[in-house]
């Protein structure tokens, strides 16, 4: 059946069936395994924005797949934004939804995305996207201890971090993780920590909006999420040298996959590679927590590569009606990607940041 109808409804007015089948439909493709496709990913970042729309996607009267988007202006976003690392249309592999026509029942000219995953991108290619880029997970199996002693044989940092944390447990105090810790105070201090580092490091801050940071605590409490199926929630972990916190992580946890989300640390314990200890005593005790699989998500961060043993690609660009939309969102991409290159780029983001310092806040709108 070809579909033939598209309703859009707010998030809220999905039935329980509806929000049934939704994780029924996912649980068909693995690729849609990763927290953001769930239901409850999505009815947490509607209840912090108020603005999810859901396209419903029919044939014959009978629903066949949902996407949730926030419609801005005349453009379609994956909904959570840049906070979604993982979206496309919620459909069985076998049923085929054109996107061009998609766009036309929503009633917009363009869906932009950053990291569509389970993408037919020879399909994709004819109604244009723009790139991919890597994405990486450890595959840690049943047993994460020796997935760990493996990582630690063929990559030096994580092989030598026992001997950094030991010395850590002489010189600070004893080393503890706390990996499913419930304090809503220490993730309110972790959100801190990344801001700082964002500060540091001349990036733009993601929390700066209210809502990014409503979607952590809503995922973490899980309030209002009872009646939505899955089991998706927030999840911090946190390390601890005697009485100091020296690290610690915010993911999203479903089904025995972590996906690493906000990692951080306090530069004053730097030389102890606290992240790098972190993510080892995480591994380290996975297994016991029913944790098979840790998904670092998209970007080609150098110690993902040191973290992981498989990668998959994600596409960013953008689907559109409208081949003006088409051109500029390729000439925008091709000027980020030189400025990525260029020689002095470090000085010249922190000038930029000095000058602008909310600059690419628009993709948190």
Excluded at 122 to 141: C, D, K, M, P, V
């Amino acid at each position: 059946m070809s579909p033939d109808r598209v309703k859009v409804v707010a998030f809220d007015d999905l039935t329980h069936d509806d929000l049934v089948l939704w994780e029924q439909i996912r649980a068909t493709r693995p690729e849609f395994a990763t927290p953001f496709f769930s239901a409850r990913f999505n009815a947490a970042v509607h209840r912090v924005r108020q603005d999810v729309d859901v396209a419903v996607i029919q044939a014959a009267n009978r629903t066949i797949g949902f996407l949730p988007f926030h419609r801005i202006g005349n453009v379609a976003f994956p909904a959570g934004r840049c906070f979604n690392d993982a979206h496309n249309i919620i459909a069985r592999s076998d049923k085929h939804v054109d996107w061009i026509w998609l766009l036309e029942q929503i009633g917009v000219k363009a869906f932009d995305f950053h990291a569509m995953m389970g993408a037919d991108l020879s399909e994709l290619g004819r109604q244009n996207y723009i790139g991919t880029i890597q994405s990486f997970r450890a595959e840690l199996g049943n047993d994460s201890r020796a997935f760990l002693k493996k990582l630690g044989r063929e990559h030096k940092t994580v092989g030598r971090q026992p001997q950094k944390t030991r010395k850590m447990g002489r010189e600070i105090g004893p080393v503890e993780l706390e990996i499913d810790c419930r304090d809503p105070s220490l993730l309110e201090h972790t959100i801190r920590w990344k801001r700082e580092q964002y500060q540091r490091t001349d990036i733009l801050d993601l929390f700066t909006p209210d809502w990014t940071r409503g979607l952590l605590m809503e995922l973490f409490n899980g309030d209002g999420q009872s009646d939505v199926p899955g089991d998706a929630r927030g999840m911090l972990s946190v390390l601890r040298a005697g009485d100091s916190i020296v690290a610690a992580h915010y993911g999203i946890l479903e089904n025995g996959l972590l996906h690493y989300w906000f990692p951080a640390y306090d530069p004053a314990y730097g030389r102890y590679s606290p992240g790098t200890a972190l993510f080892t005593g995480i591994t380290a005790q996975a297994s016991d927590y029913g944790i098979h699989c840790i998904d670092m998500g998209y970007g080609e961060q150098p110690y993902k590569l040191k973290q992981t043993d498989q990668t998959g690609e994600v596409a960013f660009g953008c689907v559109s009606r409208s081949s003006l939309y088409r051109r500029w969102r390729s000439v925008e991409t091709a000027a980020i990607t030189a400025i990525k290159k260029a020689p002095m780029k470090e000085s010249l983001k922190r000038i930029w940041r000095t000058i602008q310092p909310n600059a690419g806040i628009s993709k948190l709108r």
